[in-house]
C-alpha cells in the first residue's frame, strides 16, 4: 500500500473522527476518499466501519478519563439499534443509498432548525439520566437500521434524538452517542466481514487517523462547552445538507 494512500486515509480519518465525536458526518470525508482510492462503494462502506469502531472506542475511553460515562442507560439504548443495525447492513450490500442521502438531506435542515430554536438552558441540565422513555428504544431500532445501511449522519440523527428525549445537554448527548455507535457498528461491521466488503490495509490506516480525532474531540467539547459544540454542530450540518441534497 502506498504511502500516500496511507497518508490521505490517515488525514481523512482525523478529521473524521474529530467531527464524527462531536457532531456527525465525519465519514463523507472518509467514503470519499475510500472511492477515490479505488474501492467500489460497497467496500468502502464496510472499510470505514473499521475506522468508525476504533474512534468510538477512542472517544468512550476519552469520556470515561474526563469523569463522563453512564455505562448502563447508554448499553440499554444501543441494544435497541441491533437488529436495525444488521438489517440495514445487510440491505446496503444489495441497494443504492441515493434515495437515503436525500431523506437525509431534509432531515438534516429539520435538525438546523431545532437547534437554532431558542430553547431554556435549564431544561438541558448536565445531570444523569434517570429514566429513558420508550420512544428513545423505539427510535433507537430505526437508527440503528440507518446506521447499519450508511453510517453518514448517524450521528446528527442521534443527538437530535437523544437531546429531544432524554432531555440532557449536549455533552453528556455526545458521550451516550459514540457508546451506541460503537455497539451497533459492531454487527454491521460482522456482515460487511462475511460478504467480503472489507480492505483491512486501508480500514487500519483510516482508523489510526479516526482514533486520535476522537480522543482529541471527547477533550476539546469537554472544555469548551455546550455553546462550541452547538455551533459547531449547526455548521456541519448546513455543510452535511447541502451535499447530500446537491444544491450546488
Request: positive net charge; hydrophobic residues 55%; charged residues 10%.
Amino acid at each position: 500500500m502506498e504511502l500516500f494512500s496511507i497518508l490521505i486515509l490517515f488525514a481523512a480519518g482525523t478529521a473524521a473522527g474529530f467531527v464524527n465525536v462531536l457532531a456527525g458526518g465525519g465519514s463523507s470525508l472518509t467514503l470519499p476518499a475510500l472511492i477515490f482510492l479505488g474501492l467500489d462503494s460497497s467496500v468502502a462502506n464496510g472499510t470505514n466501519r473499521i475506522g468508525v469502531l476504533l474512534q468510538n472506542v477512542s472517544a468512550v475511553y476519552s469520556f470515561k478519563k474526563e469523569k463522563y460515562l453512564e455505562t448502563a442507560v447508554s448499553f440499554k439504548l444501543a441494544l435497541a439499534t441491533l437488529p436495525g443495525s444488521i438489517a440495514g447492513a445487510i440491505i446496503s450490500t444489495h441497494l443504492s443509498n441515493d434515495l437515503f442521502n436525500k431523506i437525509l438531506g431534509v432531515i438534516m435542515i429539520g435538525i438546523i432548525i431545532m437547534m437554532i430554536i431558542p430553547k431554556s438552558k435549564s431544561k438541558f441540565p448536565d445531570i444523569e439520566t434517570k429514566h429513558i422513555p420508550v420512544a428513545a428504544h423505539i427510535s433507537m431500532f430505526f437508527i440503528g437500521f440507518y446506521g447499519g445501511f450508511i453510517q453518514v449522519g448517524i450521528g446528527f440523527l442521534l443527538m437530535a434524538a437523544l437531546r429531544g428525549l432524554l432531555k440532557v445537554n449536549l455533552i453528556r448527548v455526545n458521550m451516550h452517542k459514540v457508546f451506541i455507535v460503537l455497539i451497533s457498528t459492531v454487527p454491521a461491521f460482522i456482515v460487511f466481514i462475511v460478504t467480503d466488503n472489507i480492505h483491512w490495509g486501508y480500514g487500519f490506516s483510516l482508523a489510526a487517523g479516526n482514533a486520535l480525532g476522537a480522543w482529541f474531540s471527547a477533550k476539546v467539547q469537554i472544555k469548551k462547552g455546550e455553546d462550541f459544540i452547538k455551533t459547531f454542530l449547526i455548521i456541519a450540518i448546513m455543510l452535511m445538507a447541502v451535499k447530500l441534497l446537491d444544491i450546488f
